[in-house]
């Protein structure tokens, strides 16, 4: 119909009303969602490797994952059932720890906490594992939960103890090469300075400096793969003592020289006029940096020449630049050769060495407060730049410790009437220090062992005492730790023992740095050392 009242034409359909889902469709409608986004959530967990759990405040178990079973041996129904299983599995040496863990879990909510520990399983294996837990903060303490999860790092741990025991074989290699080449040193350096002290006409003198000079320079090198292994650990340090600078230098230079004439080269040597007469350096470790690069330009220059310098920086900061005329190095090597054991080049290039030398000499540049670097191009030869501190031995700020004198110190009758006992197995060192103590005034008597060494001291009851660290039967610590206990259980006046061995402060033993020793030297023994020693005891 229309406005006025008149039927028209058209059609009128009627459309029910769309139904809306009801209630009970609409929630398991989201029951059914929740349920696939568990499941994918169970998929997931049970995909991975590590075992993923989730507990609450009653500390049962709410989920785990089937990881728990691969790892614990265990399977996941008697963790329902009983979750105390899971501390049974904990290995009783981290039983303790791990329960105070999972209880402090709880005291701060949301903070992570990471622990590793060991389990035992059914079959008797032992796994380490890596736990990581946190408890969800909630308002609700009846909603509280913690979640973590665990990853079995056995196989890890196995390859750090690999390690370990690689790296402990390694130092415990290295300490006994470093006290077989002392020994033998120990003589020659000895003997020559005693050597010195006879009529002998300068030429003589001469040759017999160089001796000494290249016994203490292989002393050095003996050192140098110690010196590595402390540089990597942190463990280096410098050691500044006021030292002869120039007289230094040109025994360096000599030498060098000498390596140079022999392959047909020249060798330029130039040294800033402002050098001081005495620096408060570290001597080894200059020497290690400066004999290593112009021994590397020696060795790989065939022809043309070799030059080094010496220039003030500005302040005490000095450059030393080592230049040669050899092969150069390309870009690529340039990278690569202060790496440990990477020597450059290719095999059919590569001149023998241990590959050794660069990485040590820069990593003492950073020691020493600077840096190593090198110029070079394949063909046009290469110059190697350090630069290194030489603060004047007079400086105020310069905390150096003592050192010897420029001159060989003269035999004194500092032990006159002394009775002294050494103990000592190489018969080599024993002779050494028997003949500079007895050159003293001392009454010397030699044993060879630490028993021999204790019985002796019993009825000698001598006023000093030198015990080499390493003897065999019964080493020094040892016979040390028995004449202290014999000391005290007696009442007998504590006797001076010197512990003498061939390693370093840096690279003593924990028993050689813990024993009860008045003092310790290190070999080569010189005389020098061993007066101040009967010196001081004089004085004390």
Not at 122 to 131: F, H, K, L, S, T
Not at 337 to 364: A, D, K, V
Not at 493 to 511: F, G, K, M, S, Y
Not at 513 to 528: C, F, G, N, Y
Request: net charge negative; glycine share 6%.
């Amino acid at each position: 119909f229309n406005e006025s009242g008149q039927r028209s034409g058209g059609l009128i359909v009627f459309q029910p009303p769309t139904e809306q889902p009801g209630i009970d469709e609409r929630l398991h409608q989201r029951e059914a969602e929740l349920a696939a986004s568990e499941r994918r959530l169970r998929e997931m967990a049970e995909a991975i490797d590590q075992v993923f759990w989730s507990r609450n405040a009653d500390n049962q178990i709410d989920f785990i994952n089937s990881a728990y079973e691969r790892v614990w041996g265990r399977s996941r129904a008697s963790l329902y059932e009983d979750p105390g299983s899971f501390l049974e599995a904990i290995h009783p040496e981290d039983y303790e720890r791990v329960k105070e863990t999972l209880h402090a879990v709880w005291s701060q909510p949301g903070r992570a906490r990471t622990l590793q520990y060991r389990i035992i399983r059914p079959d008797g294996a032992v796994r380490w594992i890596e736990d990581r837990q946190y408890a969800l903060p909630t308002q609700d303490e009846r909603k509280a939960r913690a979640v973590g999860t665990a990853l079995d790092i056995t196989e890890h741990m196995e390859t750090r103890r690999g390690l370990e025991e690689a790296n402990q074989a390694k130092t415990e290699f290295l300490n006994a090469v470093n006290h077989d080449l002392r020994t033998p040193l120990n003589a020659i350096i000895g003997f020559t300075e005693l050597l010195s002290k006879s009529e002998l006409d300068e030429i003589q003198q001469r040759y017999l400096a160089l001796c000494r000079s290249g016994a203490h320079r292989m002393l050095e090198l003996v050192e140098t793969l110690s010196d590595l292994a402390r540089l990597n650990t942190g463990g280096a340090c410098l050691r500044p003592r006021p030292t002869p600078l120039h007289s230094f230098l040109d025994e360096h230079r000599e030498h060098l020289a000498v390596q140079a004439a022999e392959k047909g080269i020249a060798f330029h040597w130039q040294v800033d006029e402002t050098l001081p007469e005495r620096a408060c350096i570290d001597a080894t470790r200059f020497s290690q940096v400066l004999l290593n690069l112009t021994q590397n330009a020696i060795k790989f220059t065939d022809e043309g020449s070799v030059q080094v310098k010496l220039r003030r920086e500005g302040g005490h900061q000095f450059r030393l630049t080592v230049v040669d005329t050899g092969p150069g190095i390309d870009r690529a090597d340039q990278a690569r050769i202060f790496q440990p054991f990477e020597r450059g080049g290719t095999p059919s290039t590569r001149r023998p060495g241990s590959g050794l030398g660069l990485s040590i000499c820069q990593r003492l540049g950073r020691l020493m407060g600077g840096e190593l670097t090198v110029t070079s191009k394949a063909g046009q030869g290469s110059a190697f730049h350090a630069t290194v501190e030489l603060p004047p031995a007079s400086e105020p700020s310069c905390s150096c410790e003592p050192t010897e004198a420029d001159d060989p110190a003269e035999t004194t009758m500092a032990a006159s009437g002394l009775e002294i006992l050494i103990a000592e197995d190489e018969p080599v060192n024993a002779l050494l220090m028997q003949t500079l103590l007895e050159r003293a005034g001392a009454r010397v008597t030699v044993v060879e062992d630490g028993q021999w060494a204790i019985a002796t001291w019993q009825h000698l009851c001598p006023d000093l005492m030198f015990m080499d660290a390493s003897m065999p039967r019964l080493d020094g610590i040892q016979a040390l730790e028995a004449i202290r206990r014999i000391e005290q259980e007696e009442g007998r006046q504590r006797t001076p023992i010197v512990l003498v061995t061939a390693h370093d402060a840096e690279t003593d033993h924990p028993r050689i740095q813990q024993a009860d020793a008045d003092t310790r030297v290190q070999k080569p023994l010189s005389e020098r050392p061993l007066m101040q020693i009967l010196q001081s005891l004089a004085s004390g």
